[in-house]
Structures are given as structure tokens and as C-alpha cells.
């Protein structure tokens, strides 16, 4: 059966677990710290539901590669202990799953219960003996509960444009990296190209939302035009990584500059 941390005790105490790092929880929920962070999660947890059926129709399927090579260029290898953060439903935490095998370990850590419950839900669904080394956490990128230095790899798919304290974010990400270890994190690209920022714009004005509105989702989807336009170019991304305290960062265009993924090594 897949397993939620959020089978960590309902209390209003600090609790500690994942390498024995203070985080505070009410309920099964981890404390956020802003409105906004609660409005994203509100948000993924009302998509979840359809959200690996709209990634499939949305992209054709691409997603899937995009998936795979971001996890590839973690870096992750048999016995590593990994993270994927912002996991959502899990297809990343499930590619890294066969990365690491049954001698590994992967935590999954989402905002949203309703997500990790149907990742939980693939879990089983989709069993494979290595799946068993996959946890699923409720928690908060910016105050995440492992102790320094904790993973061989981090992945983040579709997850940092959505956190509401970037740098913040990129931070905790260092913290619980080993030395020399990398983090991918893949996303929709914010193109300096008037060509593919066009083309992007009118896909989502006039694909995604009319699709996701014949599941009740307009508003949802609608959304993530302006978290595009709100987030980062490859060079800012880079720029981040570094301030944040990464030895090296480098920005990929994929599928057709479309989505980036990044590459940063601590």
C-alpha cells in the first residue's frame, strides 16, 4: 500500500521525522506561510483529480520525456537516497523510484494532501517492487523537514514556478543537498523569444483553458498563464541558483523552448 507521512500524528506540536529536523504541523497539514501559498494549494488539490490526464491530452504525451530527462540529469543512482519536491502525483518520484532501486529511498513532498493521496493511489495502482521505497511527506518546500545534507539528488517537476518565496526555496534545496550532489527542476520555460512566448500564450488562451473548462477547471488553468509570466527566465534561474549558493547552474530549452529545465550542482 503507498504510504503519506501525513501518517505522521495529527498535532499541534513541532513534530520531528526524515532525519530529525523540527517541522511543525496542524493536523496533517503542514503551517503555511502565506495566504498565497494557501490559495496555490486550494488550487492543486481541486485539479488533482484530472491533472495526469490534462498533462497527457495538454502534451501529447511529451511530458513524459521532459519527465525523464530531468531525472536523468539529477543524477540519481542505485542505493542514493532522493527527493522529489512539489512531487504532485508522482511521476517523477516514481522514475526516480526505479533509479534507485529497492536499496534506495524516495521522499516525495507536496503542499497538497489531495495530490499526495493520488500519488499514494498510483502507488498501488501501478505497483512495482521498487515503488516500495517511496514516502510520501506533506510539507512545505520553504521549511522543508530533513536534516542538512540529507539527499544524494533533489528533482522539483513543475513545482519552484508555484512556491511562493523562490529564493527562499532554492536555499532549503542546498541545505539538504550533499555536497556535490545536483537538483533538477523542470518547468515551463519563460522564453525570450517573441516567437515562443507567443506560441505558448496562444496555446494556453486557446487550448488548455477550453479543455481544462470542460472539466470545470477555467479559472484553475487560467492561472497558469500569469505564473508564467511571473517566473523566471533560464539566465534568472541560473542567477538564482548561484545566489542561493550553488557551485554551478546551467538552463536547458526543451521541447522546442517551451519548457527549461534547470541544472544546478552544490
Known sequence: MGTLAAAIPATTTASRHAGGRRHRRRGSVAVRCSSAADERQAL???IAPVYDHLNDVLSLGQHRTWKRICVSWSM???????????????????????????????????????????????????WKACYKNIK??????????????????????????????????MREILRVLKPGS???????????????????????????????SS????????????SISQY??????????KEAGFSSAKHYELGGGLMGNLVATR
Open 76 to 126: 540519481a543512482k542505485r542505493g542514493d537516497r532522493v527527493l522529489d519536491l512539489c512531487c504532485g502525483s508522482g511521476d517523477l518520484a516514481f522514475l526516480l523510484s526505479q533509479k534507485v532501486g529497492l536499496d534506495g529511498e524516495v521522499m516525495g513532498v507536496d503542499f497538497s494532501g489531495q495530490q499526495l493521496q493520488t500519488a499514494a493511489s498510483r502507488q498501488d495502482q501501478r
Open 215 to 226: 472539466y470545470g477547471l477555467t479559472e484553475e488553468y487560467k492561472y497558469l498563464k500569469s
Open 44 to 46: 492543486f488539490s481541486r
Open 136 to 169: 510520501w511527506i506533506e510539507g512545505d518546500a520553504l521549511d522543508l523537514p530533513f536534516t542538512d545534507r540529507y539527499f544524494d539528488a533533489v528533482t522539483v517537476g513543475y513545482g519552484l514556478r508555484n512556491v511562493v518565496d523562490r529564493p527562499k526555496a
Open 182 to 212: 545536483r537538483a533538477s527542476v523542470l518547468d515551463f520555460n519563460k522564453s525570450s523569444s517573441f516567437f515562443t512566448a507567443s506560441l505558448q500564450s496562444w496555446a494556453i488562451d486557446n487550448v488548455v483553458v477550453p479543455l481544462a
Open 232 to 241: 523566471l527566465t533560464g539566465e534568472e534561474l541560473e542567477k538564482l541558483a
